[in-house]
């Protein structure tokens, strides 16, 4: 049988821990008659499971021989895991996928004719990117946050992007170094027209937190007070163009800046975290800094 482009070009690799039945839907979807990806190479980084999941996985490998698992020896955190994976990464393009989202195959020959174009990065998530911001990094850049929303290109990985990941893995986004290292360079991502995956979180019945299956007790205290905004401050900190910077972080909230510093009240509201409000501070432009120290008291 003749292997297709996206067969040739394109390895998954799916990071999992302790969730047997969101694994199991994620590769009905994968080996789905319709699906294009289906014959990729795979390989599955299971995060130190300790229920069913890597027995269910052995299981499928006996009838798909490009799929492959890995377990590692200790619970390294989800993004941890991320930043193995992007070790991990060997074809051309790498897609690191989460083991409870959604997928559409409909539209993935747009997705495929990037990768034959040469694309850097494919944002092919369109959940929190609708068409009128199609083309506003910032936009484009707290979609990529979603870890399945994006196929990179594995050559733009390097030692100090990969210095740049095992830095970045507490900010809980580890896996925008390249992107924002493409950024530096003044590239841009290309965006597909209809989204191929989707964010399936059950926020109800399912617990998605960086640090589950860890005693947060045991952790050091930059860990447990590390928060989704926080860590994207640090991870925009990255981005060396100012202009560009600025768009990003402060023009990226969707809520506006003002309902930025009266969420940062709530969240740190005490002497222990004045180190953390001056690294929220310091990842903005001087006029928003000024203005951000002006409202924010710390008890």
């Not at 747009?110 to 506003?136: C, F, H, Q, S, W």
């Not at 290109?153 to 290292?181: E, G, Q, W």
Request: charged letters at 25%; aromatic letters at 10%.
């Amino acid at each position: 049988m003749k292997t297709s482009i996206t067969e040739e070009k394109l390895q998954i690799i799916l990071i999992t821990y302790n969730r047997e039945k969101h694994v199991k839907r994620t590769f009905d979807a994968i080996f789905a008659d319709s699906s294009p990806v289906r014959g990729c190479d795979i390989l599955v980084l299971d995060n130190n499971s300790t229920d069913g999941t890597g027995k269910y996985v052995k299981e499928l490998m006996r009838s798909h021989p490009r799929l492959s698992y890995r377990k590692n020896k200790y619970n390294l955190g989800g993004c941890g895991n991320i930043a193995r994976a992007m070790e991990s990464a060997e074809k051309e393009y790498y897609w690191i996928i989460s083991d409870d989202d959604l997928y559409d195959w409909s539209s993935w020959l747009e997705t495929e004719d990037a990768m034959t174009r040469d694309e850097d990065v494919i944002i092919i998530a369109r959940y929190g990117l609708p068409d009128a911001m199609k083309d506003n990094i910032a936009t484009q850049l707290l979609q990529a946050t979603f870890v399945p929303g994006s196929i990179v290109k594995t050559a733009l990985l390097n030692d100090v992007v990969m210095r740049n990941v095992m830095d970045n893995i507490y900010t809980l986004f580890p896996h925008l170094c390249p992107l924002i290292s493409l950024l530096n360079q003044k590239k841009k991502f290309y965006v597909v027209s209809k989204g191929i995956v989707d964010n399936g979180w059950d926020r109800a019945t399912t617990d998605s937190s960086y640090t589950r299956g860890l005693n947060s007790n045991d952790l050091f205290p930059k860990t447990v007070k590390m928060s989704w905004m926080l860590g994207y401050a640090g991870i925009c900190s990255g981005i060396q163009d100012k202009t560009t910077h600025e768009s990003v972080f402060v023009n990226g909230f969707r809520d506006g800046f003002d309902k930025f510093c009266e969420w940062v009240n709530k969240k740190y509201n005490s002497k222990e975290d004045y180190l953390i409000i001056e690294e929220l501070a310091m990842a903005l432009s001087e006029e928003h800094r000024a203005i951000f120290r002006k409202r924010i008291a710390t008890n």
